[in-house]
Each structure stands twice: as C-alpha cells, then as structure tokens.
C-alpha cells in the first residue's frame, strides 16, 4: 500500500479525519481549482506521455510546449491536482444523465462514473497518486481528495450543513479512497461495483449519515 494510501486510509474512518484534512490543505475546505483552458489543454495533452515519463516537466514540455512548465508553478504535484479537478468537472457533468433521484443512489453513481471516465488514463491516475504520496506533496494530495467528494456531494444535489456536511464528506473520502485503489488494482466492472457497495455499507450504520448511503438492495 503506498504512502497516501496509508494515510487517507489511517486519517478518514471517522468525522474528524476530514477536519485533519482539510487544516493540511489550506488551513479550512479545500478551494475550487477554477478551470483554466491553456492549463487544461495541456494536461490533457500529456496523459498519453505519462504512462512513459511520468507526470514531469519532460513530459508536459513534449506534449503542450517548451514554455507550458510555466502553467504549473507547483511543479508536478499541480499537474496531478489539476488533472483530478478535470476528472470531477467531468463526473459533475455526468450528474444531469443520472436519472435515479435517491441522494445514496445518486452518489453510488456518480463515484461510478468518475472511475469509468478515469479508466483510459489508469496508468497516469496511478503514477499521480504515487507522486502524491511524497512528503511535500501531502497538501496537493489532501486538496484532490477533499474537491473530488464535495464534488461528488454538490453534483447529488445534497443540501447538508453543519457537522453531518463534514461527516458526510469524511465518509465518503473513506469509501473513495478505498474504492479507488482497488479499482487500481482490478480495473472496473461488476467486482469494483460490488466492492463499492460493500464500502457503503460499512457506513451504513453510522447514524443519518449511513442510512442516507445505504446502497439499495
């Protein structure tokens, strides 16, 4: 298991993790990553390089330019974070085909889809989840994973405040993470579906919280 496995894994089992999470990222919630077309374009570029090179300047300099590092003054850990804030507008945009109306349904398919839409670019989402495990890229790491479940929240059209929006946010960064390195492992389909479902269901007994996530039998 990889550092940043270790570490959502140890800090996000409970309401607090999330807080803990969120102080690392920008002492509060994680901001909104504001699209930018050039930075966008360039990233989405260099996905096919980065199975080979990884996620570096070598690569984004190949793909978009010999002046596109300048796009990205965070260095490669910035590449990665605005590559996942690609992954979840699209996921978002998804929101609109969905036409179940139950919130835990909603979600179910909404973490579903980003794995789907994520799954020609495995290898990279690999590589970038490696180069946040790093020590000094922590912060980007935490950032990513906090943006990706409020996303996910937002786009199910749930309208929490308070302790259960934190709860709720803190769970489902449990059950993502978790979802996500086994979809790593074994792909999508019918066994990562299963293994999703299993996940919520362990949180189903944790007050409104659980009974809102139950997955549907």
Request: charged share 25%.
């Amino acid at each position: 298991m990889t550092r940043l496995a270790r570490m959502l894994m140890s800090a996000l089992p409970v309401a607090g993790g999330l807080s803990a999470l969120a102080g690392i990222a920008n002492n509060g919630f994680a901001p909104s990553l504001e699209p930018d077309p050039a930075r966008d374009d360039a990233i989405r570029a260099m996905l096919p390089l980065v199975p080979e090179l990884g996620w570096t300047v070598r690569a984004l300099r190949q793909a978009a330019g010999p002046d596109a590092d300048l796009l990205f003054p965070g260095g490669p850990a910035e590449m990665v974070e605005t590559h996942s804030a690609i992954a979840d507008a699209a996921m978002a945009a998804s929101a609109e085909l969905i036409e179940e109306t139950r919130l835990s349904r909603r979600v179910r398919a909404l973490l579903l889809a980003r794995l789907d839409q994520a799954e020609p670019d495995r290898e990279a989402v690999r590589r970038g989840l490696s180069l946040l495990s790093l020590p000094g890229n922590r912060p980007a790491a935490a950032r990513s994973l906090l943006r990706t479940v409020d996303t996910v929240w937002q786009a199910a059209g749930d309208t929490a405040t308070g302790f259960s929006w934190y709860s709720k946010r803190a769970l489902l960064a449990g059950v993502y993470s978790a979802t996500l390195l086994y979809w790593l492992r074994r792909g999508g389909g019918p066994d990562t579906e299963a293994f999703l479902d299993r996940r919520l269901a362990e949180v189903a007994g944790i007050g409104s919280l659980g009974r809102r996530l139950r997955p549907a039998g």
